[in-house]
């Protein structure tokens, strides 16, 4: 195992499947991030629910974010482990098409699941759900088309020479093929 030398690189870093889990179900806030009809990117902090392989959020619908996507459903989704203990040290981004969900069915089995998320108090839940439960309140759902991850533990094990080359990911595009060109112009 050889200590990291290029600092430039950073795509060789994806979590294990455990990993990945563990931050997508413990970490308790996304950046959730849309473009205005003016193409400008926004993105706001919020809690986020993990279920059935997609990111499920929740606001009411006359927000600009809720117009936003029924124009044009493609988001992203950034997740930090430094939110939260039990979440692994790194981030998470997600491409993906968002769903809008009104349907009664959506919000009965979501409402509960997004308000006990690390949430031990059953009576604080119980008046989160309810105070969600209004007319105005959608669900949105987050369908994952492409992941950029980056674990922060292993640069650390990469930089004192202990991480193994079997934990290490391909090189995505950025850097396999974009840095060379970069470099080419350093040169």
């Known amino acids: 195992m050889e200590a990291k030398q290029n600092w430039e690189k950073e795509s060789i870093y994806p979590f294990e499947e455990e990993r990945k889990r563990l931050m997508l179900e413990n970490a308790s806030e996304c950046t959730f991030n849309w473009v205005t009809k003016e193409g400008w990117p926004v993105g706001v902090i919020m809690s986020y629910l993990w279920h059935d392989g997609c990111i499920w959020v929740t606001a009411a619908r006359h927000r600009h974010r809720i117009s936003a996507i029924r124009r044009d459903p493609r988001v992203s989704v950034v997740i930090s482990g430094a939110c939260h203990p039990d979440a692994p040290f790194g981030s998470i981004t997600i491409k993906g098409r968002a769903i809008v969900h009104e349907d009664r069915a959506t919000k ?19 008046a989160f759900r309810k105070q969600l439960d209004s007319p105005l309140r959608v669900v949105v759902q987050v369908i994952p088309e492409k992941w950029i991850e980056w674990d922060g533990t292993k640069v650390g094990l990469h930089a004192m020479g202990q991480l193994p080359d079997d934990q290490k990911g391909p090189e995505l595009s950025s850097d396999a093929e974009r840095w060379a060109k970069e470099s080419e112009k350093e040169s």
């Open 108 to 126: 009965d089995w979501f409402y509960p699941a997004f308000t006990t998320k690390g949430q031990a108090d059953e009576g604080a839940a119980e």
